[in-house]
């Protein structure tokens, strides 16, 4: 078994210094906007991702046990059609889902009758160092003849990183509609950038989540136990530890809607008070009204062929798409 240490993607080269030196620059931007909003990064710091951990098993949200019973029922589907591939995941969190996708890959390796080197390698990414690294410990405990390399950083830095200098065929998986907490234009640079790490032959596998009825959509975001909310106003707890700021939590309060126009969740923090927020290493003070509220997160729900139309736009070709018996959540396999 061969194990590389986790990478750490920040100023790694010229082009991602400056996304890191923009670190601040977008929660400047931000909340000098108006109305105010932040980026959903910012939601991922260890807590924020053990919370999001929790919000994966709360019996109103549907999105995370829905894409695993697709992926525990079509893995082996999957693997037959890409082969063995070098599998690259993008936000890979506690790789809880992946496991019904490694577990396929696995068999197949297994199943192999010349030895290919590295056979059964695996590249998680995520921003979050803590969450990764206990993940890839316990990984190489399940899967002794697993490759791993987990690399720390944000998506562009990754796939910068990856580029096409691969020499076995590759799959980069984005799951859990992740997609859907980036608008249009960015969505599509997103998916530029990761056809960009491909070649010709290479596979991409996207978890959408589908359109719906506004009440089962709402109540996946407003949950009962309020580790959603929790979640959201953690945003602001990272903030002031990243950039040395005095957020009061207790001065604001979460809350999620559906755009039915948009076919989008819009997650909100609302200031309860007027007060004013000073965030010192950006040297930044910030007003707010009373119920003046910061767009937080953004969750595009899908319609299937809208989505095939912007993958091919893209030159990502979809081979195959499974669904759940509700319809409610998609899984797009796509081929360069």
Same mark, same amino acid.
């Given at each position: 078994?061969?194990?590389?240490?986790?990478?750490?993607?920040?100023?790694? &080269?010229?082009?991602?210094?400056?996304?890191?030196?923009?670190?601040?620059?977008?929660?400047? +931007?931000?909340?000098?906007?108006?109305?105010?909003?932040?980026?959903?990064?910012?939601?991922?710091?260890?807590?924020?991702?053990?919370?999001?951990?929790?919000?994966?098993?709360?019996?109103?949200?549907?999105?995370?046990?829905?894409?695993?019973?697709?992926?525990?029922?079509?893995?082996?589907?999957?693997?037959? =059609?890409?082969?063995?591939?070098?599998?690259?995941?993008?936000?890979?969190?506690?790789?809880?889902?992946?496991?019904?996708?490694?577990?396929?890959? +696995?068999?197949?390796?297994?199943?192999?009758?010349?030895? =290919?080197?590295?056979?059964?390698?695996?590249?998680?990414?995520?921003?979050?160092?803590?969450?990764?690294?206990?993940?890839?410990?316990?990984?190489?405990?399940? /899967?002794?003849?697993?490759?791993?390399?987990?690399?720390?950083?944000? /998506?562009?830095?990754?796939?910068?990183?990856?580029?096409?200098?691969?020499?076995?065929?590759?799959?980069?998986? *984005?799951?859990?509609?992740?997609?859907? &907490?980036?608008?249009?234009?960015?969505?599509?640079?997103?998916?530029?950038?990761?056809?960009?790490?491909?070649?010709?032959?290479?596979? *991409?596998?996207?978890?959408?989540?589908?359109?719906? @009825?506004?009440?089962?959509?709402?109540?996946?975001?407003?949950?009962?136990?309020?580790?959603?909310?929790?979640?959201?106003? &953690?945003?602001?707890?990272?903030?002031?530890?990243?950039?040395?700021?005095?957020?009061?939590?207790?001065?604001?309060?979460?809350?999620?809607? /559906?755009?039915?126009?948009?076919?989008? =969740?819009?997650?909100?923090?609302?200031?309860?008070?007027?007060?004013?927020?000073?965030?010192?290493?950006?040297?930044?003070?910030?007003?707010? +009204?009373?119920?003046?509220?910061?767009?937080?997160?953004?969750?595009?729900?899908? &319609?299937?062929?809208? =989505?095939?139309?912007?993958?091919?736009?893209?030159?990502?070709?979809?081979?195959?798409?499974?669904?759940? @018996?509700?319809?409610?959540?998609?899984?797009?396999?796509?081929?360069?």
């Amino acid at each position: 078994m061969t194990v590389k240490h986790l990478q750490i993607l920040h100023h790694h &080269n010229s082009s991602t210094d400056q996304n890191f030196e923009k670190d601040g620059h977008d929660v400047i +931007q931000g909340l000098q906007n108006n109305p105010k909003i932040l980026p959903p990064k910012y939601f991922y710091d260890d807590r924020g991702s053990e919370l999001f951990e929790q919000i994966c098993d709360l019996p109103e949200y549907y999105p995370t046990r829905t894409e695993a019973w697709i992926l525990k029922e079509y893995a082996d589907e999957i693997v037959a =059609i890409t082969g063995s591939c070098e599998l690259v995941e993008l936000g890979s969190g506690s790789s809880t889902k992946t496991r019904y996708l490694l577990s396929a890959y +696995q068999k197949a390796a297994n199943l192999l009758t010349e030895v =290919i080197p590295d056979a059964f390698s695996y590249i998680p990414i995520d921003v979050s160092g803590g969450i990764l690294k206990t993940t890839v410990l316990d990984l190489q405990q399940k /899967y002794p003849d697993l490759n791993i390399e987990g690399l720390i950083g944000t /998506y562009q830095e990754a796939l910068l990183h990856l580029g096409k200098n691969h020499l076995r065929s590759r799959m980069i998986f *984005f799951l859990g509609s992740s997609i859907g &907490n980036f608008n249009q234009a960015e969505s599509n640079s997103f998916l530029n950038e990761a056809s960009h790490a491909l070649t010709k032959g290479d596979y *991409f596998l996207l978890g959408i989540d589908l359109q719906k @009825p506004k009440e089962i959509l709402e109540a996946a975001y407003n949950d009962s136990q309020e580790v959603t909310a929790a979640f959201n106003l &953690n945003m602001l707890a990272h903030l002031n530890w990243r950039f040395q700021g005095n957020f009061d939590l207790d001065l604001f309060k979460h809350q999620a809607i /559906y755009n039915e126009v948009d076919c989008q =969740i819009e997650m909100y923090l609302h200031a309860k008070s007027a007060h004013q927020v000073s965030l010192d290493i950006l040297d930044l003070k910030v007003p707010f +009204q009373s119920g003046e509220s910061i767009l937080t997160e953004i969750s595009r729900k899908f &319609n299937l062929e809208k =989505i095939q139309a912007q993958l091919r736009s893209q030159g990502l070709e979809t081979v195959k798409i499974w669904t759940d @018996p509700q319809q409610w959540f998609g899984l797009v396999l796509c081929q360069v």
